[in-house]
C-alpha cells in the first residue's frame, strides 16, 4: 500500500525535493488493470477480451473472402458492395460496444478508509463517560426504497454499508452499483454504468451471427440456381460456407439465448444476480416500475458519472488516513463469526478450529508489532511458536480471546484491544509453566 511521505522530504526537511504523489490507479487497491494511465479500467482476466474480438473477427474475415467477395458481383446495381460494407460496418460497431462495457467503470464505490460510525455504542453511562467496550456495527440495516423495506449489508472488505442492489465482486474486489454479474468474455463487471452497452453488444453480436448465417445460405443458393445443383452439392462447392453457417448457427444459440433472458430481466428490472437469488419469487420487486418505464430507464437515462478519478493524484491526507485506518480498532460484524469473506471466495476458518502453525505466527507478528508500536514495552513472543506450546484454551478458542464481546484498554491515552492483552497473558502464562517444568526436572 502506498505510505505518503513526511512533509518537507523523507527525512522532513523543508529544503529537501517534493515527492510527486501517484495517481489513484497507481495505488488501487482492486484486481482491476489499468490501461492508458488509468484512462481505461478492465478486470483482472483482460485477456479474454482478445479471445472475445477474435471470435468476432475471425468469422468476419473469412466471410468477407470467401463468402462476401463472391456476392458483390451477384447483384444489380453495385448492391453486391453493400454486402461488404455492412458486415465490416457492423463488426466496427460491435467491438466499439465491446471496448465500453469492458473499459469503463462499471460502477465502483470508493472504498473507504475506516469504517463508518456506528448509530450506537454500547458501554455509555448516564455521566457521558465511555466504558471499555469496543464499537460494534451491525451486520445489516434496513433502507426504504419505494416504500418498501429493502436489506443493506455491510462490506469489510470496503468498509461500508452497500447501497441497494450492490454486491462486492470476488474476481475484481470491487463494491458495484447495481451489480449484475462479472462477463468473463468482456473481462469485466457488469453494473450500472455499463449494463446498456453490454446488452447492446450481446445485441449486436446476434444480429451479426444472424447477418452471416443468413448471407451463407444467399451464396449456398446461387451456386444451386446457377450450376443447377442440389443442395448437397453447392454446398460441398463452398466449405467456407458450410464452417460459417454451423459457426453462426452455435454462436447465436449462445448470444440469442442471453439477448432473451436479458431482455426480460430489463422487463422485470432485475439484475443476473437478483435472478439467480430468486429475490423478487416470493415478495414485491421495489424497482420494477412498469415495462415501458424499466426500459426507459436502461436505455434513455444519463449515465451517471463515475465516483472514482483514477487519474487524479493521491493527497498526502488521503494517504495518512489510509495508513492510519490499518491500527485502528473496531469491531467488524464477521467477529466472532467465520474468518473469512464467502462472497471472496476464501474458505471460512472457525474461530473454534486449530490454526496451523502459520496462521499463529501470523497473528503473533501482527499482535507484536501492535504491541510495539502502541506501547513500546511489550515485544512478541518468540518466533519459534507452534500449536503445542500454546495453551489448550487457547488453540481450542474457549478462552476470551475469541469473544464477541471484546474491551478497549486504554494504556497511555492509546487504544488496545484487551483479547490482544488477554493472549499476552495466556503466552507468559505458558512460559512460565514451562520454565518451572524444565526447572524441577533439573532438580
Known sequence: ???????????????????????????????????????????????????????????????????????????PDSWGISVMVVVVVFTVYDLTLLLCTSGRDPGI????????????????????????????????KEVIVNGISVRVKYCDTCMLYRPPRCSHCSICNNCVERFDHHCPWVGQCIGLRNYRFFYMFVFSTTLLCLYVFGFCWVYVIKIRDAEHLSIWKALAK????????????????FVGGLSVFHLYLMSTNQTTYENFRYRYDRRDNPYNRGILNNFLEIFCTAIPPSKNNFRARVTVEQGLQQTRSQSRGFMSPNMGKPIGDLEMGRKPVPWGEPRTAADIRDLEAGLGGMFEEKEGRIAHASPDLSRDELPVEFVEGRTGIHSRQSSWVRTGGEEIDAMAVQWAAERAKATAGGNSVAQNGTH
Do not use: K
Open 1 to 75: 500500500m502506498y505510505v505518503p511521505p513526511l512533509p518537507g522530504g523523507a527525512g522532513g526537511r523543508d529544503d529537501a525535493p517534493a515527492v510527486e504523489q501517484p495517481r489513484v490507479y497507481q495505488v488501487w487497491r482492486g484486481s482491476n488493470e489499468f490501461f492508458l494511465q488509468g484512462r481505461f479500467i478492465f478486470g483482472p482476466d483482460v485477456r479474454s477480451v482478445f479471445l472475445t474480438m477474435f471470435l468476432i473477427i475471425a468469422p468476419v474475415v473469412a466471410f468477407c473472402v470467401f463468402v462476401g467477395r463472391h456476392l458483390m458481383n451477384d447483384f
Open 238 to 253: 463452398t466449405p467456407a460456407s458450410i464452417v460459417l453457417i454451423i459457426y453462426c448457427f452455435l454462436c447465436v444459440w
Open 109 to 140: 464505490i470508493p472504498r473507504n478508509t475506516h469504517p463508518p460510525e456506528p448509530e450506537s455504542i454500547d458501554g455509555i453511562n448516564d455521566s457521558g463517560s465511555q466504558t471499555p467496550q469496543q464499537f460494534r456495527l451491525p451486520r445489516t
